[in-house]
């Protein structure tokens, strides 16, 4: 089983950058499909971006195209979410999961296809 865990998550304020990382292990990185979401308080968990599980095929939220890069490390066995000109609304707790293989190697946007999930990062955009 594999297991995830997100990393830098933080306070900044808005039009600034900010990467986190999905570290993986159990299994190699590159076994799963992986993706992100987020959840703000009050709101269901979106999907914000996924990579497939040979890195060759990314999709992304309407909202965060063009400003957030998902981007894999097979080195560190790391997941990424490159994150640019932060608004105010990306405000939220962000998680890492990955698909079950067994449904598939490809992107999806379906929560429910993702099994593994980390604990998530909080990130606070300010004015």
């Known amino acids: ?44 968990r979106e999907f914000v971006a996924a990579i497939s599980s040979g890195g060759g095929s990314t999709i992304y939220a309407d909202s965060v195209k063009g400003r957030f890069t998902i981007s894999r490390d097979n080195s560190k066995n790391t997941v990424d979410l490159q994150m640019n000109s932060l608004k105010l609304e990306d405000t939220a707790v962000y998680y890492c999961a990955a698909r079950n293989p067994r449904r598939g190697l490809g992107v999806t946007r379906n929560r429910i296809e993702y099994d593994q999930w980390g604990q998530g990062t909080q990130v606070t955009v300010s004015s």
Do not use: D, K
């Open 1 to 44: 089983q594999v297991q995830l865990v997100e990393s830098g998550g933080g306070l900044v304020q808005a039009g600034m950058s900010l990467r986190l990382s999905c570290g993986v292990s159990g299994r190699t990185v590159s076994a799963y499909a992986t993706g992100w979401f987020r959840q703000a308080p009050g709101n269901e």
